[in-house]
C-alpha cells in the first residue's frame, strides 16, 4: 500500500543522504527518482567512486534492513557541469539520458553521459514515432525464406519474415524495430498485418494456379496475451479460404519461457485450429 511505500522510500532517501558528504544534496524528483546534486569536485573521476558507493549503500540496506524482499537497486546517470551541459535544466536532462542507459544496460549500475547516448535516444524516439504509421504508410514488407529438405533439396515450404523499407531511414533491420515494438505494443499491429498478409499471399498464389506451399510466421509471447492475433489470423484465414495446413506459427524462444496462462491458453487454441506451432 501507499504507506508502506512511502516508508520505503523515507528509508532509501536516508541511505542515499547517509552516502554523500554533508554538502551535497538528495532530491526526491517525484515517485522513485532522485537527483544526487554533488558540489565543488575538483577530481570527477572520483564521482564514478560516489556513484558505486551508492549502489553498494543501496544494497546493503536491502539486504540487512527492513526492506529485504523489497531489494532496492538504482540505475544511476552521472553528468558534470559544465562539461554535459551549460544549464540546470540541461543538465538533469543529460543525467536522466544517462540514468535510462544504465536502465537499458541491465540496471543495478551507472552510466557517465555522452553525446552519443543523446543521439541514440533521439534516434531512437523517431524510429518508435516512425514504427507507429509503418503499416498506414505502406512501409512493411514480407520476404520469404525457402525451406528445403536437406537430404532432397526439394522445397518444403517458407518462413514469412517482417522487413520494413522507411523512405528516410531505409531498409531497417528487425533486430532494430522489433524490440522497439514489443516495447511499445505496436507488435500486435504488426502481427496482425503479417498474418493478413500471409493469407492474401497465399490467396493470390492459389488464383495464379500456382503450387502452395506453408508458410509459417514468427509469433511472440507479448502477442499472446490477448486474443487479437489469433481471432485476426482465423478471419483472414475464413476470408481468403486458407487451410490450416498452410500455415504454421513459429513460436519465438521468449514464448516457449515461464508459465504465462494466458499465453499457453492462446497457443492452445492456435493448435486447436489446426495449426503446427
Same mark, same amino acid.
Request: glycine share 0%; proline share 6%.
Given at each position: 500500500g501507499h504507506q508502506v511505500g512511502d516508508a520505503f522510500l523515507i528509508d532509501v532517501a536516508r541511505t542515499l543522504r547517509g552516502s554523500i558528504r554533508k554538502q551535497d544534496h538528495v532530491i526526491r524528483l517525484g515517485g522513485d527518482e532522485f537527483t544526487v546534486l554533488l558540489l565543488d569536485i575538483e577530481n570527477t573521476a572520483v564521482i564514478a567512486d560516489i556513484a558505486s558507493h551508492l549502489l553498494t549503500s543501496l544494497r546493503y540496506s536491502g539486504e540487512h534492513g527492513e526492506w529485504?524482499?523489497?531489494?532496492p537497486r538504482a540505475s544511476i546517470g552521472i553528468a558534470v557541469f559544465p562539461d554535459d551541459a551549460a544549464t540546470a535544466e540541461t543538465l538533469v536532462q543529460a543525467a536522466d539520458v544517462a540514468m535510462y542507459e544504465a536502465k537499458r544496460n541491465g540496471k543495478d549500475c551507472f552510466e557517465r553521459y555522452s553525446r552519443e547516448m543523446h543521439d541514440q535516444l533521439s534516434n531512437r524516439l523517431g524510429l518508435e514515432a516512425a514504427l507507429e504509421d509503418a503499416v498506414s504508410n505502406q512501409e512493411l514488407m514480407l520476404y520469404l525464406q525457402p525451406r528445403v529438405h536437406t537430404m532432397t533439396g526439394r522445397l518444403a515450404g517458407f518462413e514469412a519474415l517482417l522487413r520494413w523499407q522507411h523512405p528516410v531511414y531505409g531498409l531497417v533491420s528487425p533486430q532494430r524495430f522489433i524490440p522497439l515494438a514489443?516495447?511499445?505494443?505496436?507488435i500486435?499491429? %504488426?502481427g496482425t498485418w503479417v498474418a493478413t498478409h500471409t493469407c492474401e499471399l497465399l490467396a493470390q498464389w492459389r488464383n495464379e494456379g500456382r503450387t502452395l506451399?506453408?508458410?509459417s510466421v514468427n509469433v511472440s509471447a507479448k502477442q499472446l496475451r490477448t486474443s487479437e492475433f489469433r481471432e485476426e489470423l482465423a478471419r483472414s484465414m475464413r476470408r481468403h479460404q486458407i %487451410? *490450416? *495446413?498452410q500455415i504454421a506459427i513459429e513460436l519465438t524462444e521468449s514464448t516457449m519461457v515461464g508459465d504465462d496462462t494466458v499465453v499457453q491458453q492462446e497457443l492452445r487454441m492456435l493448435e486447436g485450429m489446426g495449426l503446427k506451432l
Open positions: 529485504s524482499v523489497a531489494r514489443e516495447e511499445n505494443n505496436t500486435q499491429e %504488426l506451399y506453408p508458410i %487451410l *490450416s *495446413s
